[in-house]
């Protein structure tokens, strides 16, 4: 088969029908929702200074944000089977805006609570459309290039990632006063007042410049035709209920909802303590607690960069190897890299976690294709209990900043706390396996 002929399936038709411009609109959507993940990782650390919490409490941010993930992708996938692919698109577009102005009033009052109840209704939005857009990309064209096809739309996920990392350090950590959290401390109730109100407006700035995105491509997906797709088979089922014992009983679907829990997990924990990590590295070198932070999320810059073109890469490889097959040798990969990160530590630590997210590149599209691959009728309820497995990034991330906060004698406690990503990896890697062998 031809280069021309390959992209055409990978792309555009089914049945007869384009989905060119569909795929686009679509497909950023992607990059918008990579923005929000990747902006929002080092607010843990911004919150925790703004309010003086510990990494604990700033995970919160967290447990609200992938909370909505959790709560809303079921309710997601009803409305999709009443309504449509277009409707569920047009409704998480509506949440992730609201969500994003709420950060307005969330200033004004000046708490941590309302910031929580703002990232809780973004990610209800986001829910919708992860719920929508991936079993709609995997739907519209050639079922034997439905992973691949994913793999591509999922590419232009850390493109908005990094795009939120940039914006993060430079618009939000690099703008934030210089006092670090000891200094903080000390401070009397009007002079931290003062200066939480004046970080909080340097950090609600850029949100309010993403509603504006975001309205803007809701606008152009009204305006834009984005044709039904039909299931597989001719029989629908509208029972939620049988769906999810069908579901219940494919056991690479039930397998694939834990790994994919235990990747995101995985991802968000690399993704969120890369600052604290890089923060403890740099500062030991001499540097200034903001200088230290900024050039963490520097590396976590070239950490997505490498995440985003070993995406392409994959791509690639996927035409001559097997899916389960890459997806264990990219976890165990990603194994012998952590313990880099714990055994060794120091700038050699930060590169290991470079390496750690070139490796993740893979698995999120690969384990939500592979558990996608037989469902049928259930499409929409499947897609909706593999968004729910993200919760994965709420849980995780709270119990490796339980291990930073203690006060472990024998390594530095952020070094010992990748064991938790390195233990999702495990989990990955044996549904590779599993399912190379199949």
């Not at 194994?335 to 470079?354: A, E, H």
């Not at 291990?403 to 472990?408: G, P, Q, T």
């Not at 938790?420 to 044996?430: I, S, T, Y």
Request: aromatic letters at 12%.
């Amino acid at each position: 088969m031809n280069t021309d002929q390959s992209k055409s399936r990978l792309l555009v038709t089914r049945e007869g029908v384009s989905y060119v411009l569909p795929f686009i609109v679509v497909t950023c959507c992607f990059a918008l929702w990579g923005f929000a993940n990747d902006i929002t990782n080092p607010m843990v650390k911004a919150f925790s200074k703004i309010f003086r919490m510990s990494v604990t409490d700033g995970t919160l941010v967290q447990v609200a944000f992938y909370g909505g993930y959790f709560c809303m992708a079921l309710p997601a996938a009803m409305f999709i089977r009443r309504h449509s692919f277009k409707s569920g698109i047009v409704m998480g577009l509506s949440l992730y805006a609201l969500g994003v102005l709420l950060f307005i009033p969330a200033r004004t009052m000046g708490s941590f609570a309302p910031f929580l109840i703002a990232y809780f209704i973004l990610t209800c939005g986001l829910s919708f459309l992860e719920t929508t857009a991936n079993p709609y990309i995997l739907l519209m064209g050639d079922p034997e290039t439905a992973t691949r096809r994913l793999t591509f739309a999922q590419s232009f996920n850390p493109i908005g990632s990094l795009a939120g990392m940039f914006v993060a350090m430079n618009f939000i950590q690099a703008r934030l006063s210089p006092l670090d959290t000891a200094q903080r401390a000390t401070l009397d109730d009007a002079s931290f007042e003062a200066l939480k109100q004046s970080d909080l407006s340097v950090l609600v700035h850029p949100y309010a410049m993403l509603s504006v995105v975001i309205i803007a491509l809701l606008v152009v997906l009204l305006l834009v035709k984005i044709p039904a797709v039909k299931q597989t088979t001719g029989k629908k089922q509208v029972s939620i209920l049988a769906s999810v014992k069908r579901l219940w009983a494919n056991k690479p679907y039930r397998n694939g909802v834990a790994a994919q829990f235990f990747y995101v997990g995985a991802q968000i924990t690399c993704w969120t303590f890369i600052i604290q990590y890089g923060t403890r590295v740099f500062m030991a070198e001499g540097m200034s607690e903001q200088a230290a932070e900024v050039l963490s999320q520097r590396y976590n810059i070239v950490a997505m960069v490498s995440f985003c073109l070993m995406r392409f890469v994959n791509i690639y490889l996927m035409k001559y190897f097997k899916p389960g097959r890459l997806l264990a040798v990219f976890a165990a990969l990603a194994m012998l890299f952590l313990l880099g990160v714990i055994l060794v530590g120091g700038r050699t630590g930060m590169y290991c976690l470079v390496a750690v997210s070139a490796c993740m590149s893979l698995m999120f599209p690969t384990i939500y294709g592979i558990a996608l691959g037989g469902v049928r009728e259930d499409t929409e309820v499947g897609s909706a209990g593999l968004i729910m497995a993200i919760l994965g990034g709420s849980i995780l991330p709270a119990l490796q900043a339980m291990i930073i906060d203690s006060e472990v004698q024998f390594m530095p406690a952020v070094n010992l706390s990748f064991v938790v990503p390195m233990v999702c990896f495990v989990v990955v890697m044996l549904y590779g396996l599993r399912h190379s062998r199949a």
